[in-house]
């Protein structure tokens, strides 16, 4: 998914530069870097769903509704994935754009530049597409799933899954696009000046309608969308997968809709 992802990202900022020459340089050139997502991924998700699961569980009971516990734990663990996200996401946003050669340089500029504040730019900017996004997606997968069990009187298998998923993650990420593109230009600026409209969203929304209008907010949306669609497809599959083999194996009971 890392090779999309720099697609996207280049044409939400100034278009595929960059990525144009044989095929082994062009393949080369997606692929730069991708060690960083490998090494930071696991971890801020990781602390997603350690703070997500336990929450749902617990609310679940207080609540009696599955989308409204899924929607309060889906705010608290986006919050708790922020304190490493965030960082990562500004490093790997710099990189993908080729604002900076390597993550140590990226490291060593942000820091001499902004302090330990560069690593956050941005913060806000993510949070208006992380909570939106993941907000409508965990309702979507949760409320489709509920429905799914009650008219076919049985939980989804791996192909109900990816259906589900599919239909969750590919709207989503659609209609978050707008809020997408704001983040991925704002912290391609972390360390640098302000410049004619500001560094921060209002600046970035500022110059993003000046230059482009309206239809700036939705570049790169197809690419966003099939980028979210597949990586949804096997982010909850492997997530609803591995919870099946984990509870057979700790004889534990079946995961209700």
């Not at 617990?58 to 304190?83: H, Y």
Request: glycine share 8%.
């Amino acid at each position: 998914m890392y090779p999309i992802e720099k697609i996207k990202t280049r044409l939400q900022i100034s278009g595929i530069s960059g990525l144009v020459g044989t095929p082994l340089e062009t393949l080369k050139d997606l692929f730069a870097n991708v060690w960083v997502v490998l090494v930071c991924s696991p971890i801020y998700y990781g602390m997603y769903f350690a703070a997500y699961e336990p929450l749902k569980r617990c609310l679940i009971v207080r609540l009696n509704s599955t989308s409204s516990a899924a929607l309060i734990s889906s705010i608290a663990a986006t919050f708790v994935m922020f304190i490493t996200r965030v960082p990562a996401e500004v490093i790997k946003t710099r990189l993908m754009t080729g604002a900076d050669a390597s993550p140590m340089l990226a490291v060593r500029r942000l820091y001499a530049r902004a302090g330990v504040s560069g690593f956050y730019t941005g913060y806000l900017s993510l949070a208006t597409v992380e909570y939106p996004f993941n907000m409508l997606e965990i309702t979507l997968y949760e409320c489709i799933r509920k429905a799914w069990a009650a008219n076919f009187n049985a939980q989804p298998g791996a192909l109900g899954t990816v259906v589900i998923a599919s239909l969750a993650d590919s709207v989503s990420g659609f209609l978050t696009n707008p809020f997408d593109v704001i983040k991925v230009r704002v912290m391609n600026r972390a360390g640098d000046s302000p410049g004619k409209f500001g560094a921060g969203v209002r600046g970035q929304v500022r110059q993003l309608l000046s230059e482009e209008g309206l239809s700036g907010f939705f570049g790169g949306a197809y690419v966003r969308t099939a980028w979210m669609t597949v990586g949804g497809v096997v982010y909850w599959l492997v997530l609803e997968e591995s919870q099946k083999v984990l509870r057979r194996f700790m004889c534990l009971a079946p995961k209700l809709a």
